[in-house]
């Protein structure tokens, strides 16, 4: 697996992602049994009081479930890991949640995933390719969203934070109705940070670059 110079393609090619992916690894951990004190504390960290930007309530509510369905299974692999369905092979803990925003349909969904070895490193790499092949969101009923690059926020925080980051925008209709996406990747050592915020009218990237950092905090507390 040419780790180094896919990631470094996808970089010049969508402009999809930011930070530095380099580096192979992985190997074989079909042993790997989930950690129960492990995954009790990544609940822990995003149920018990999370420090949350301003806007957010602090309250963490069930997984988040996307509206709608994409037909591409590229675009569906990308939005798994905030819904709590992290890439399997060589997890050892999961845990994810939801917070409600106080912007028109705002709602941020946060996933931890934790990895034997170095199949973080791996999955990332797995999601920035199925990333690169989603061009668009689709779904019966009008729902069309345009993956775009991160805005500026948020592509300068690829250097600030974590080990690795991908994420894009989304943006265009949902059920007819307007609806932004922003979708972000973040690996920090062994643990995979997913974060995925929405809203109809739109979503601030500067409240994103916050919640990313905010969840980042508790993934490494």
Do not use: I
Not at 84 to 106: C, F, I, K, M, N
Not at 108 to 121: K, N
Not at 173 to 201: E, F, I, N, Q
Request: charged residues 25%.
């Amino acid at each position: 697996m040419e780790c180094g110079l896919r990631m470094l393609g996808l970089v010049a090619t969508g402009g999809l992602l930011a930070g530095s992916l380099a580096g192979c690894g992985g190997g074989a951990h079909e042993e790997v049994r989930p950690d129960a004190r492990a995954t009790a504390r990544l609940h822990e960290v995003l149920n018990d009081r999370p420090r949350l930007p301003d806007g957010f309530s602090p309250r963490a509510e069930r997984p988040w479930r996307a509206p709608f369905e994409p037909k591409n299974t590229d675009c569906l692999t990308v939005l798994e890991p905030a819904a709590g369905r992290a890439p399997a092979r060589a997890l050892t803990a999961q845990a994810a949640v939801s917070y409600r925003g106080d912007e028109l349909g705002e709602q941020a969904a946060v996933g931890l995933a934790r990895y034997a070895g170095s199949e973080a490193e791996e999955h990332l790499g797995d999601l920035a390719e199925a990333m690169a092949e989603c061009r668009a969101m689709r779904s019966p009923g009008g729902t069309r969203l345009r993956l775009r690059p991160l805005p500026a926020p948020l592509r300068e925080m690829g250097d600030e934070v974590g080990d690795e980051m991908v994420g894009a925008e989304l943006r265009g209709k949902l059920k007819g109705y307007p609806y932004v996406m922003d979708v972000v990747l973040v690996r920090s050592g062994d643990t995979l940070v997913s974060v995925v915020h929405t809203g109809l009218a739109g979503v601030d990237p500067e409240r994103t670059r916050q919640l990313l950092g905010a969840v980042l905090k508790m993934a490494t507390a």
